[in-house]
């Protein structure tokens, strides 16, 4: 049995990182085929970053942290306090340089640990080369690959494959044969959208 699902994600979304805990705990239940695809949430994001407290009230950011915290712990999830929105397009970057190398599932998890656990900024050019590290891939190669953007254009793509398949909210996990589904949904209804799916063949 094979489910083929196609999701669009960003780094800055709490709940991508939810949405990754699923797809990994059901992968080998249905044969997952998982491809995700960039889809920067707030370009507008400036290359340092923004305090989140200037976009969101810190209640509201608290509520939010204690309901990823909760769904995410299942998973072996955990989130740490929200301060900042980080800009991603360098680490989505990083990510296709990743994918190309066939590293990319051991670096997507290490760069949503970083910026949600650890609260390190992802959009400091340093800690994308330390995760990427950390993942197995060569920093003195993602280096300048990074600095002359060589994949900026395929993180464009994303996007716009994004705006093609009518994506509103991210993340957004489109089920080939089955449904689409918007948010890192209860595992009880995902299993019965990839169960719809698998049965479809």
Known sequence: MTVQLTIFSDFACPFCFIGKGIV??????????DLWLPHE?????????????ELFDRFDIDQVTMTCNLR?????IRFGEMTR?????????????ARDKGRFREFHGRMYRALFTEGRDIGDPAV?????EASGLDPEELAPALA??????????????ARRA??????TFVI????TITGAVDETQFRNALQEAANSD
Do not use: C, M, Q, W
Not at 148 to 161: I, K, L, N
Not at 166 to 171: E, F
Not at 176 to 179: H, P, Q
């Open 41 to 53: 949430l707030h370009p507008e994001t400036p290359p340092e970053g923004r305090d989140l407290v």
């Open 166 to 171: 009518g994506v509103t909210a991210l993340p």
């Open 85 to 97: 929105l980080p800009n991603t397009r360098l680490a989505l970057e990083a990510a296709e340089f």
């Open 128 to 132: 994308i080369l330390a995760v990427a």
């Open 24 to 33: 990994d705990h059901f992968r080998d239940e249905f044969g997952l085929e």
């Open 176 to 179: 080939k044969g089955g449904r």
């Open 72 to 76: 995410g712990k299942p998973y072996g």
């Open 148 to 161: 002359d953007h060589r994949f900026a254009a395929r993180v464009a793509e994303g996007s716009e494959a």
